[in-house]
């Protein structure tokens, strides 16, 4: 399964690594794909991953979903 969100405030690599990190350690995500151009995010996943859960994570490492 892949989902796409966007996220602000992402500017850099460190940035972008932060983000992979949070969602590649939610149970079920295989993958994680980042365009720090568009700030978008494609997440892959065996099973669908809630959305507040993709949301948690994503503001715990210091970003926000548009």
């Given amino acids: ?3 796409s969100y966007t996220v ?5 690599g460190g940035c972008a690594g932060s983000v ?4 590649n350690a939610l149970t079920g995500v295989s ?3 980042i365009d720090l151009k568009t700030g978008q995010v ?3 996943s065996a099973e669908p991953v809630a959305e ?4 948690a994570a ?4 210091g970003y ?3």
Avoid: N, W, Y
């Fill in 1 to 3: 399964m892949t989902s």
């Fill in 58 to 61: 994503i503001e715990k490492a």
């Fill in 52 to 55: 507040p859960d993709i949301r």
């Fill in 64 to 66: 926000q979903l548009a």
């Fill in 42 to 44: 494609t997440v892959d």
């Fill in 8 to 12: 602000t405030g992402m500017s850099c």
């Fill in 20 to 23: 992979s990190r949070a969602l």
């Fill in 31 to 33: 993958d994680v794909k």
